[in-house]
């Protein structure tokens, strides 16, 4: 089936600092690829959704300077939290659409935990 | 906007129990429905899916109808087991060449033996 994996896994920094976070397609190519963010005990919100060699397209509220996107190639996306704050602490998990697909099948990734101290 | 509302958590049950997970939703035109799962510590899957009014999606013996006139999209299976223990969401996709999912809060399914 397809799979999708998040490096890292989990993550701890220091508030001020940046972290990338990748996100791989490992047996497809992926047109779009949607970022979301999870708070405990609450659901997915999604942040923004980018297609492959164009910008995201940020959801309402999602500063897109400090949450910056690259989807650089069919099957990589990236999520680099900039100047991270205790805030920014949260699960962050990805998914990618088939490039034949229906337009709406989304394999999610395991996801990523941001610790920011 | 588009919204889903779906039952509290958490659910705790018996093996082999009936369950069922309540979700109703809010959108313009017509939206697809799902049910994703969720695993401890994995990524989450779809469940099972339904694309018009009156559609029943069915998978590993769960069950949901897309019941236009009551907006609802339950989830049911006749009896459950330690396996199916996860986080249940309910989802919708609008219209519009996006297709964004719009998720509801998940619930947490514990089955005990």
């Known amino acids: 089936g397809a799979v999708v994996s998040q490096h890292p896994s989990w993550v701890i920094c220091k508030s001020g600092t940046s972290v990338k976070i990748e996100c791989r397609s490992l047996?497809?190519?992926?047109?779009?690829m949607f970022w979301y963010r999870q708070f405990p005990k609450q659901s997915l919100m999604l942040m923004a959704t980018?297609?492959?060699?164009?910008?995201?397209?940020?959801e309402q509220g999602v500063e897109k300077d400090k949450f910056l996107i690259n989807h650089a190639s069919l099957t990589l996306s990236t999520l680099t939290v900039t100047s991270a704050h205790p805030e920014d602490s949260s699960f962050y998990i990805c998914?990618?659409?088939?490039?034949?697909?229906?337009?709406?099948?989304?394999?999610f990734g395991p996801g990523t935990r941001l610790l920011v101290l | 906007g588009n919204s889903v509302t779906q039952m509290e958590g958490p659910v705790t049950l018996s093996e082999e129990a009936f369950l069922t997970i309540n979700c109703t939703y809010t959108?313009?035109?017509?939206?697809?429905l799902f049910w994703y799962v969720q695993y401890p510590g994995e990524g989450l899957q779809l469940l099972l899916k339904?694309?018009?009014?009156?559609d029943k999606g069915s998978n590993k013996g769960f069950e949901a109808t897309y019941r236009k006139e009551t907006t609802s999209f339950h989830l049911e299976k006749g009896s459950v087991q330690v396996s199916d223990s996860a986080v249940y969401f309910c989802?919708?996709?609008?219209?519009?060449?996006?297709?964004?999912?719009?998720f509801g809060s998940g619930t947490q399914l514990t089955v005990l033996p």
């Open positions: 989802a919708l996709t609008g219209s519009g060449s996006a297709r964004q999912l719009t």
């Open positions: 339904a694309t018009k009014a009156d």
């Open positions: 998914s990618a659409s088939p490039l034949r697909a229906d337009g709406e099948t989304q394999y």
């Open positions: 959108a313009t035109g017509y939206p697809s």
């Open positions: 980018s297609n492959e060699g164009s910008k995201a397209t940020y």
């Open positions: 047996d497809f190519q992926a047109t779009t």
